[in-house]
């Protein structure tokens, strides 16, 4: 897995760990597709204050590239 610099200062920001990510795009609560990136949300209920963590990434060849991942501010609906 690869991590744009976005990402990285992301989780840097909101104390997000790299195995929330892998989580979160192994298992996610919901994932939908736009374009050629793939959007992944997955709730964490002792973290990130009770709300989805939201990862947007690539398949590239196998490979995973993470574009960014953060928290979210409101309740997403499924």
């Known amino acids: 897995m690869k991590l744009s610099r976005h990402a990285k200062n992301n989780m840097r920001l909101y104390k997000i760990a790299e195995e929330d990510i892998m989580i979160t795009i192994e298992k996610p609560d919901s994932k939908h597709k736009e374009g050629n990136r793939f959007i992944a949300y997955k709730q964490f209920s002792n ?3 009770g709300y989805d963590l ?3 990434y690539e398949r590239i060849e196998g490979s995973v590239t993470v574009i960014t991942a953060y928290p979210l501010k409101k309740k997403h609906w499924r």
């Open 47 to 49: 973290k990130f204050s």
């Open 54 to 56: 939201k990862v947007v």
